[in-house]
Structures are given as structure tokens and as C-alpha cells.
């Protein structure tokens, strides 16, 4: 190839590969992923601080409900699970799950995100003081 070729070609594909790699670098706003922190029951299966979680320890990340809950989506004792086939986050029995301590005022919800995804919107749901941990959870 002539100079002058190679000079077109580079000012035609420069730009090119410069958007390609910010759009490949850039964090995506909205993703698929888990909350980390403080640890949703998923995550804390995939920490170790829950035990006998079948494969949710291994994508934590695959538990994603249909869109309108509570009104819709997975059904009272199935909401552990967001309905999936990782039933074994729907057993309820005193002991079973690592408990956060949670205390009253803002509290800073932490993500960790595993692929783009478009999400509408981010609901969290937490089981209230004096809950019977012996009961499926529901709405």
C-alpha cells in the first residue's frame, strides 16, 4: 500500500477504533448483576455465609424477576427465588440465612454488576422486625 493510502485508511479507521473502545470501556448505567452489600441472600450464598444454596452460589446475578412486582411477578413463597429455578432460596427456617444488621436511617445499597442490562427500576424489599422466619416470605 502507498503512503498516502495508509495515511487515508488510518484517518478513516482511527476514529473508529476510538469509539469502539470507549463504547467497550465505558461502565454501563444500568446492568445485570447482585446486591453485594449489605449481602442479599444470593450473595451471601456465594460469600459462604449461607450454606446448601444449590447453584445460585455460582451466578447470583440469574435472579431476576418480571417486571410489576409486588402486584405481580413471583408468587408468596417463591420470592426468595424471584421465582427461578433456584427453589432452594425459598426455604424459610429460623437460622437459615445470614441476617445483616440493618439500622434505621439511610443505607447505602451496594451493586455488583456482571452485564449491561436495561433495567427500569431498582425496588428493595426487607422482611420487617418480629417476622416469623419459620414462614414463606410473601407480600
Known sequence: ???????RVAAVLTPIAMLGAAVALANPVEAHGYVSGPYGRAAACKMGL????GNVVFEPQSLEAPKGFPAAGPAD???????SAFTELDQQAYGRWYKNAIG???????????????TSQWSYYM?????DPNAPLKR
Do not use: F
Open 1 to 7: 500500500m502507498k503512503p498516502t493510502m495508509v495515511a
Open 50 to 53: 449461607n450454606t446448601g444454596c
Open 77 to 83: 413463597g417463591r420470592i426468595a427465588s424471584a421465582g
Open 104 to 118: 434505621t436511617g439511610p443505607l447505602t445499597i451496594n451493586w455488583t454488576y456482571t452485564a449491561a442490562h436495561r
Open 127 to 131: 422482611t420487617k422486625q418480629n417476622w
